[in-house]
C-alpha cells in the first residue's frame, strides 16, 4: 500500500504562484509513479504534469511553460510549482501514483491504483 498525502493549495487571484507537494509513504521505491491530476467542477479528472517512463517531464498543453514538476526520491516527495495561475487553473489537484514505472497510459486516471485526498486551488479573477 502507498499512502499520499497532497498540501499546498490555497486561494489566489490570478498570476499568483503556488507549490503543490505530494508526499508518499508505504512501500514506495526509485521505480514509483507519481505524477498530478486535477478536477475542475463540473469535469473529469485530467492529466496535468508527471515523468514518462524515462524521466522526461510531460504537461498538459494548457499548463505547459507555466507549471512545472519536480521530485525528490529520497523524500518520496513530489512537487507541483504553478506560475502564473488562471482562473481556469481552478481544481481539486490529486497525487496519483503506481508501484512501477508506467510504459503507457501516464494521461489515464486508470493507470494508477494509488490516490491522494487532493488539494484545493482556487484561482480568482
Known amino acids: 500500500q502507498v499512502q499520499l498525502v497532497e498540501s499546498g493549495g490555497g486561494l489566489v487571484q490570478a498570476g499568483a504562484s503556488l507549490r503543490l507537494s505530494c508526499v508518499a509513504s508505504?512501500?514506495?521505491?526509485?521505480?514509483?509513479?507519481m505524477n498530478w491530476f486535477r478536477q475542475a467542477p463540473g469535469k473529469e479528472r485530467e492529466f496535468v504534469a508527471g515523468?514518462?517512463?524515462?524521466?522526461?517531464?510531460v504537461y498538459e498543453d494548457s499548463v505547459k511553460g507555466r507549471f512545472t514538476i519536480s521530485r525528490d526520491v529520497a523524500k518520496n516527495t513530489v512537487r507541483l510549482q504553478m506560475n502564473s495561475l488562471k482562473p481556469e487553473d481552478t481544481a481539486v489537484y490529486y497525487c496519483?501514483?503506481?508501484?512501477?514505472?508506467?510504459?503507457?497510459?501516464?494521461?489515464?486516471?486508470?493507470?494508477?491504483?494509488?490516490w491522494g485526498q487532493g488539494t484545493r486551488v482556487t484561482v480568482s479573477s
Open positions: 496519483a501514483a503506481k508501484n512501477v514505472r508506467l510504459w503507457s497510459g501516464m494521461r489515464l486516471t486508470t493507470s494508477y491504483n494509488y
Open positions: 515523468f514518462d517512463w524515462s524521466g522526461n517531464t
Open positions: 508505504g512501500r514506495t521505491s526509485s521505480s514509483t509513479t
